[in-house]
């Protein structure tokens, strides 16, 4: 699987876009950009996830550059709910659910109020 | 619909002790995991299960041991608890091979975890 580099915290205004990079320079074509995040006590949370095409969820909206070396997950309205971790995963569809997913240090996301 | 739930969420051990942590899904998926995290750490996958009767080791398997006898259920046993495995523990399940291939979307649900100490 290819490596993510995230931030390691962020901080964003209530009410603000908050927008999460998420580098992944030796990405292969058939892996797919995956973003979870976790509230503090609780279990990860899935988002979004896309191959090449932006993407957008009730969620969250996915911007993968043309290269697809690097995401940036956006939430549009940052509420105090957003606070938490925000994991970017890279992973082929090959692996499925089976031998999991390799979830790094993310992007711990403070939202201000 | 409830998801996945795991039992219990906290419990304290003293070293030597055995225990069995209880992860049950309702939503027919074929692939559950277990997951420790540990500060700074990130989520370590500890087992995983691609259906009933079929279990295999993750990242970080020693000192635990697990079976699936049903679809439904994936117990994580600990033998002989050690402060080492003082940790959060999270299990998970995502669906079918071929509904990930179809779409890519390999979801993980996580249960709520269990947050476990060995004195």
């Known amino acids: 699987d290819a490596k993510t580099t995230q931030p390691p915290s962020m901080d964003c205004a209530e009410g603000r876009a908050a927008n999460l990079p998420c580098n992944h320079s030796t990405i292969s074509g058939n892996e797919y950009v995956y973003w979870y995040r976790q509230i503090h006590s609780q279990g990860p949370q899935y988002i979004i996830h896309g191959l090449k095409n932006n993407e957008t969820n009730e969620m969250a909206s996915l911007i993968i550059t043309e290269d697809r070396k690097s995401s940036t997950l956006i939430l549009p309205h940052a509420t105090l709910r957003d606070t938490a971790v925000y994991y970017c995963?890279?992973?082929?569809?090959?692996?499925?659910?089976?031998?999991?997913?390799?979830f790094g240090k993310g992007t711990h996301l403070i939202i201000q109020p | 619909n409830a998801g996945v739930t795991q039992t219990p969420k906290f419990q304290v051990l003293k070293t030597g002790q055995s225990m069995t942590l209880q992860c049950a899904q309702d939503?027919?998926?074929?692939?559950m995991s277990w997951y420790r995290q540990d500060p700074g750490m990130g989520l370590r996958l500890i087992h995983y299960?691609?259906?009933?009767?079929?279990?295999d080791q993750g990242e970080v398997p020693n000192g635990y041991n697990v079976s699936r006898s049903t679809t439904e259920d994936f117990p994580l046993r600990l033998l002989s608890a050690a402060p080492s495995q003082t940790s959060v523990y999270f299990c998970a399940s995502s669906r079918t091979l071929m509904g990930i291939k179809l779409t890519g979307a390999n979801v993980l649900t996580f249960g709520a975890g269990s947050r476990l100490t060995v004195l």
């Open positions: 939503m027919n998926h074929e692939y």
């Open positions: 299960s691609v259906g009933a009767g079929i279990t």
């Open positions: 995963i890279v992973r082929g569809y090959s692996g499925g659910g089976a031998d999991g997913l390799t």
